[in-house]
């Protein structure tokens, strides 16, 4: 499911900018795109779709299989406070028969977000 699209997650630029709004907690884990609390502003592709796509796709997987998964995601942003788009997506699952995931996707979104804002895009 994609967010709500009355939603504009922080630093979003809109279409044609290869933007998505991604969901922190993913909905095939339980996660909502009603609310802003789960939205942030990533790259579409890679990071949104294959990436975080395909790692959350295999978290799913594994918790299918009867597997009890932690989960946690860490969005990394700049010491800039008018940064507003993390400029990288840490994602770390680990499992109680063995499954383990510990990944750190960029975010070319948070560059284009700081060219938008000096004027250059």
Not at 2 to 24: I, M, Y
Not at 86 to 101: H, W
């Amino acid at each position: 499911m994609v967010a709500d699209s009355a939603l504009l997650s922080p630093g979003f630029l809109g279409g044609g900018c290869n933007q998505a709004r991604g969901h922190v907690l993913a909905l095939m884990l339980g996660g909502s795109g009603d609310t802003l609390d789960n939205l942030f502003t990533i790259t579409q592709n890679p990071t949104n779709s294959p990436g975080m796509r395909d790692w959350e796709q295999d978290i799913y997987d594994a918790a299918k299989k009867g597997e009890v998964i932690e989960y946690d995601v860490y969005l990394e942003y700049t010491d800039d406070k008018k940064d507003s788009v993390p400029k990288s997506v840490q994602l770390e699952a680990y499992g109680n028969r063995g499954f383990s995931l510990d990944v750190i996707l960029d975010s070319p979104a948070h560059e284009q977000r700081q060219r938008h804002r000096r004027g250059l895009l």
